[in-house]
């Protein structure tokens, strides 16, 4: 994975931060799995855009290690949710050609679940003509902490020394190894934060915020997003040519 400097031109890598359907659904007088359940609506019709648009990578943060803190009732909630997105949506995704793959501590979901994730990965793995990662169970810190020991079992066993450590071997050890990096970074309903999604990768990312909430997201919001990060100046520490 590599920083190119490719000013104005479409982001090859998306990452969606999707925010704001608790509050969505509140101020429209509904419960807060009704604004879920809206929001997984707008799951699909961003990814069918962001392939029409020429996006080759999309990476959607759907439910963060902090998530199991929430109720019960709605933890419930967005279980059924995934599970009816990875047995209805994805098999349309599948017909697309589209690879699809999930980053995060998997095996902490019910064993159904586990079984639908790894045999999705098994069945696109050869699909090449756009990818969607699901970040479930996805932190970054988690993630880090997880690459941290994989490095220093490796060195434990001698494959490499520690003075060897690069950016390469950190990326190697991290859920999102096969992936280049997000270029652009998009989080709706207003908050302006990373909240633990993709902090290394993220490095020099363009971020994207908006107040739209995420269930009222729609091709014209992506289209704005990207035509905004059309406009920015991307140096890596450069300066501008």
Do not use: C
Not at 184 to 191: N, V
Request: charged content about 30%.
């Amino acid at each position: 994975m590599t920083d190119t400097i490719d000013q104005g031109a479409l982001p090859v890598h998306i990452g969606f931060i999707m925010d704001g359907n608790g509050r969505w659904a509140k101020e429209q007088g509904l419960p807060r799995t009704a604004g879920h359940k809206k929001g997984a609506e707008v799951v699909r019709l961003v990814i069918e855009h962001a392939k029409k648009r020429g996006i080759q990578i999309v990476t959607l943060y759907a439910f963060s290690t902090e998530n199991w803190k929430r109720p019960k009732a709605e933890v419930k909630t967005l279980l059924d949710l995934f599970r009816k997105y990875m047995n209805e949506d994805i098999r349309e995704l599948q017909k697309q050609g589209i690879r699809v793959s999930f980053i995060g501590e998997r095996e902490k979901f019910p064993a159904d679940m586990v079984a639908r994730m790894n045999e999705i990965e098994r069945e696109t793995m050869g699909n090449k003509d756009f990818r969607v990662i699901l970040a479930l169970n996805y932190g970054f810190r988690d993630d880090m902490i997880y690459a941290i020991k994989k490095i220093a079992s490796d060195i434990l066993d001698r494959k490499y020394l520690i003075s060897s450590i690069d950016e390469a071997k950190v990326n190697a050890a991290l859920s999102t190894h096969d992936t280049p990096y997000p270029d652009l970074i998009i989080r709706t309903s207003g908050d302006q934060r990373l909240s633990n999604f993709l902090m290394w990768e993220s490095a020099y990312a363009e971020l994207y915020f908006t107040p739209i909430y995420w269930p009222d997201f729609n091709e014209h919001d992506l289209d704005d997003a990207i035509e905004a990060y059309g406009r920015r100046s991307r140096r890596f520490g450069n300066i501008a040519s």
